[in-house]
């Protein structure tokens, strides 16, 4: 690695042997230094965990292309996605990164359901060092989700997260914005416009109760696909998506502090002004 190039981390949370992971670091190459860092496994829904049961062995890792190895260091970790952002940072970079690339992930992370990925959880770990960060998204088909199916066209994504990354690389990003969460429709070109949106509020992946019939039986959460895209803000992740089928840009900060009135929300729960609104939860499915 030489100091003149930025290190460029990347990592996922469906596991090294993605062929998306290695489709977004390709597309890097002449831009930096590679430095790969994935869990060893499958680590989809981590969120930002970093258990304590995670050993951390690191694995180095090699991927051929065309029967040829890549020309990157890569390595594979026990532990989650957060935990191989650190890992990648603490102890097997020779200088902090100018960039962490989380991605491509197989399937999107629209919606407030995007605390649960892990895809979206190592970005915000590495933002979490001062690193500008990319999550990125691929919207495919639900049977997709888990595998590393080699049918799936990343060349959009691809050269969507380095139009980005090189972006960030080279500028200062605004205050607040900590991660960039890129959302990829499924049929998207090199074409395809994409536009800055906000996370919508509404759920996508629903979770469904477990078939069986003792509690004490196996009982794995499933989840489903339910947009409700008519239901979606015009300004939201999830509408341009699903709707609009435009790629959507979101920006996210690791503040996630209300933006509510503090001083008026103070005066509420001492009791010196009275709240008149309402807050209707979302309706179970």
Same mark, same amino acid.
């Given at each position: ?18 062929? &998306?992971?290695? &489709?977004? !670091? ?9 430095l790969i860092v994935a869990p060893r ?19 180095? @890792? ?6 040829? %190895?890549?020309?990157?260091? !890569? ?11 650190? @890992? ?21 992370? *629209? ?16 933002? +979490?060092?001062?690193?500008?960060a990319l999550a990125v998204s691929q ?5 997709? $989700? ?20 090189? $972006? *960030?690389?080279h500028h200062n990003s605004p205050d ?5 969460? *890129?959302?990829? %429709? ?6 395809? %416009? ?5 996370? #919508? ?22 989840? @489903?696909?339910? &947009?409700?895209?008519?239901? &979606? ?14 790629? #959507?840009?979101?920006?996210? +900060? ?24 309402? @807050? ?6």
């Amino acid at each position: 690695m030489t100091p003149e190039r930025p290190l460029i981390l990347f990592t996922n949370d469906d596991g090294i042997a993605s062929p &998306a992971l290695w &489709a977004a !670091a390709a597309a890097f190459a002449d831009l930096g230094d590679i430095l790969i860092v994935a869990p060893r496994e499958q680590q989809s829904g981590m969120g930002r965990s970093l258990p304590i049961t995670s050993e951390g062995r690191i694995y180095p @890792h090699e991927s051929p292309q065309n029967g040829k %190895p890549y020309a990157y260091k !890569a390595y594979a970790v026990d532990g989650t996605p957060a935990q191989a952002v650190q @890992h990648g940072i603490l102890e097997l970079s020779d200088r902090l990164p100018s960039l962490v690339v989380s991605g491509i992930n197989y399937g999107d992370n *629209l919606g407030n359901g995007v605390t649960i990925s892990g895809t979206v959880g190592a970005a915000l770990e590495g933002s +979490s060092f001062g690193i500008p960060a990319l999550a990125v998204s691929q919207q495919m088909p639900k049977d997709l $989700h888990l595998s590393y199916s080699t049918e799936v066209d990343f060349t959009a994504a691809a050269a969507f997260t380095r139009k980005m990354g090189e $972006h *960030l690389i080279h500028h200062n990003s605004p205050d607040d914005v900590d991660v960039l969460k *890129l959302e990829i %429709p499924w049929g998207a070109t090199v074409e395809t %416009p994409w536009r800055i949106t906000r996370l #919508s509020r509404r759920r996508v992946y629903w979770p469904t109760r477990p078939e069986r019939v003792a509690l004490s039986e196996v009982g794995r959460l499933g989840y @489903h696909y339910d &947009a409700d895209p008519g239901k &979606a803000e015009p300004d939201s992740d999830v509408y341009a998506v699903v709707i609009d089928k435009v790629i #959507s840009v979101t920006p996210i +900060s690791l503040d996630l502090t209300s933006r509510t009135d503090l001083y008026r929300l103070q005066q509420i729960i001492s009791g010196e002004r009275r709240y008149n609104g309402e @807050h209707r939860a979302e309706p179970r499915r």
